[in-house]
């Protein structure tokens, strides 16, 4: 079974920074097939990236995905407001999919 | 637009059953394998079942196997979960995830708004 583990556990920072939150796997993730999720309280997780770089449907692209093998990056270019939530990655690529244990984006 | 509702989730006591279901819509839900994902109160997300578009394939996460069953009826659209032996550590809201693709095992585009199942004596 991979093993995500998703840092920092807590990301603290302003309305218009920067926010970049690591997912690192205990072995490769074949084909890069990782996908990050965005959770807001009690809300449903909702999909943001797949395939490692690809937005889904509707994100903005002040969302970004990078990275292959075990090493994974995402990356929100200019937090808004709405963005303040619980980030966790899955992967998909090895059975069964895992999920990382998420890293949360609080307000500074 | 896709709907997922989930719906089931109670109080039950340790050693109990409850059988959870979600009714599907806005998409041909026979084409489309199927999860059930827990999240346990303040934890992270975990994958405890799974079955493929035509309910011939299925997975079980080893935390639940052996007690919980996975089953689908395409003419409803609705997928299930039948829960039993149940134990303290089931305690979750659990969420139906509709995978990207026939088979299990892919990411989820869509996501239900999760049922919870409180597991107490």
């Known amino acids: 079974e991979i093993v995500l583990t998703q840092s920092p556990g807590t990301l603290s920072l302003s309305p218009g920074e920067r926010a970049t939150l690591s997912c690192r796997a205990s072995q490769s993730v074949s084909s890069s097939y990782l996908a990050w999720y965005q959770q807001k309280p009690g809300q449903a997780p909702r999909l943001l990236i797949y395939g490692a770089s690809s937005r889904a449907t509707g994100i903005p692209d002040r969302f970004s995905g990078s990275g292959s093998g075990t090493d994974f990056t995402l990356t929100i270019s200019r937090l808004e407001p709405e963005d303040f939530a619980v980030y966790y990655c899955?992967?998909?690529?090895?059975?069964?999919?895992?999920f990382g244990g998420g890293t949360k984006v609080e307000i500074k | 637009e896709v709907q997922l509702v989930e719906s089931g989730g109670g109080l039950v006591q340790p050693g109990g059953s409850l059988r959870l279901s979600c009714a599907a819509s806005?998409?041909?839900?026979?084409?489309?394998?199927m999860h059930w994902v827990r999240q346990a109160p303040g934890k992270g997300l975990e994958c405890v079942s799974a079955i493929g578009n035509n309910g011939g394939t299925t997975y079980y996460a080893n935390s639940v196997k052996g007690r919980f069953t996975i089953s689908r009826d395409n003419s409803k659209n609705t997928l299930y979960l039948q829960m039993g032996s149940l134990r303290a550590e089931d305690m979750a809201v659990y969420y139906c995830?509709?995978?990207?693709?026939?088979?299990?095992?892919?990411?989820?585009?869509?996501w239900g708004q999760g049922t919870l199942v409180t597991v107490s004596s």
């Open positions: 899955q992967q998909y690529g090895n059975s069964p999919l895992t």
């Open positions: 995830a509709k995978n990207i693709a026939a088979r299990p095992g892919s990411y989820f585009d869509y």
């Open positions: 806005g998409f041909t839900f026979s084409s489309y394998a």
